[in-house]
């Protein structure tokens, strides 16, 4: 006799973490990167803002390095100074000590610009969703109670708004579940 297929599996989600995923469902919408990132802790998010940064100056210090003369004051093969050079020019930065010298060097500070263009935008972005995201302020009592209303008996609980605003147009589903003896 076979087993008939589970209807829930766990996954291993980021950070270790157990997922329940219905069987049907598209798996994909729990591992929502842009989700993760407006959900993150603060100290998360800007470690993982850090980290893209660096990320991106390591990338472009490396192929800075690949031309060794490519940058002037800079000294030939120094990873440091090419980091560095990378830095100021990801941040649009251009103290005026070093500068591309060559046709090689110039055109990876051209992608690098337009890099860092896209990079502060990106940044901005994320930053003012994460600032302008709503969260609901809504506390209920621990108590629910069942009495007349209308002369019906109605399950009732309180809902309170913990901000000074209104609150428009708020609906709201309650489910009851229970173990019935037939």
């Given at each position: ?12 989600g980021?950070r270790?973490?157990?997922?329940a995923?219905?069987k049907?469902?598209?798996s ?27 990320t991106?100056?390591?990338?472009f210090a ?13 000294r030939?093969?120094?990873f440091?100074?090419?980091?560095f050079f990378?830095?100021?020019?990801l ?12 046709l090689?060097?110039?055109?990876l500070v051209t ?6 263009i ?8 994320i930053i ?12 209920f009592?621990k108590?629910?109670?069942v009495?007349?209303?209308d ?16 609150i428009?147009?708020?609906s709201?589903?309650?489910s009851?579940?229970?173990n019935?003896v037939?």
């Amino acid at each position: 006799m076979s087993e008939a297929p589970r209807p829930i599996s766990l996954v291993r989600g980021a950070r270790g973490k157990r997922i329940a995923v219905i069987k049907g469902q598209d798996s994909g919408r729990f591992f929502d990167f842009y989700h993760g990132i407006l959900t993150a802790s603060w100290p998360g998010f800007v470690a993982q803002l850090a980290m893209l940064f660096l990320t991106v100056n390591l990338a472009f210090a490396t192929l800075y390095v690949i031309d060794r003369g490519g940058i002037t004051n800079a000294r030939p093969g120094s990873f440091a100074d090419a980091f560095f050079f990378s830095v100021q020019t990801l941040g649009t930065l251009g103290y005026g000590v070093m500068a591309p010298r060559t046709l090689y060097a110039n055109l990876l500070v051209t992608a690098e610009s337009f890099t860092g263009i896209l990079i502060i935008a990106l940044f901005t972005g994320i930053i003012f969703a994460r600032f302008s995201r709503p969260f609901a302020r809504l506390v209920f009592s621990k108590v629910a109670v069942v009495a007349q209303f209308d002369g019906v008996p109605t399950l009732m609980f309180r809902a309170a708004n913990q901000r000074g605003n209104s609150i428009l147009d708020a609906s709201v589903n309650v489910s009851l579940a229970g173990n019935y003896v037939t």
